[in-house]
């Protein structure tokens, strides 16, 4: 089992930046992808970023040369730096823990953190 719990978000005016943090606990060795995603109020949620245990990454085009995410060497927490904040990147953001087992994958969830972009 994992856990995960994110933390950091809140209200930012536009053009300015927030960083999200996702603390892991439980089973982290076994974790092989983490990621940032996000909901807006209805709509579908959506992929922000991705992070691979080898430390590889992926964006969603909307965020990219805006956002960063990165994790420390124990891989137990992730983080997401978002710059250049756009009303548009209003949303819930949820934190994603994939295990890749031979049984099949497993994916966890955080209860997500509020990013709120207005003046």
């Known amino acids: 089992q994992v856990q995960l719990v994110e933390s950091g978000g809140g209200l930012v005016q536009p053009g300015g930046s927030l960083r999200l943090s996702c603390a892991a606990s439980?089973?982290?060795?076994?974790?092989?992808?983490m990621g940032w995603y996000r909901q807006a109020p209805g709509k579908q949620r959506d992929l922000v970023a991705t992070?691979?245990?080898?430390?590889?990454?992926n964006y969603a085009d909307s965020v990219k040369g805006r956002f960063t995410i990165s994790r420390t060497n124990s891989k137990s927490t992730v983080y997401l730096q978002m710059n250049s904040l756009k009303p548009e990147d209003t949303a819930v953001y949820y934190c994603?823990?994939?295990?890749?087992?031979?049984?099949?994958?497993?994916?966890?969830w955080g209860q997500g953190t509020q990013v709120t972009v207005s003046r």
């Open positions: 994603k823990a994939i295990r890749a087992t031979p049984w099949g994958q497993y994916d966890y």
């Open positions: 992070i691979s245990s080898g430390g590889s990454t």
């Open positions: 439980g089973s982290i060795f076994s974790i092989d992808v």
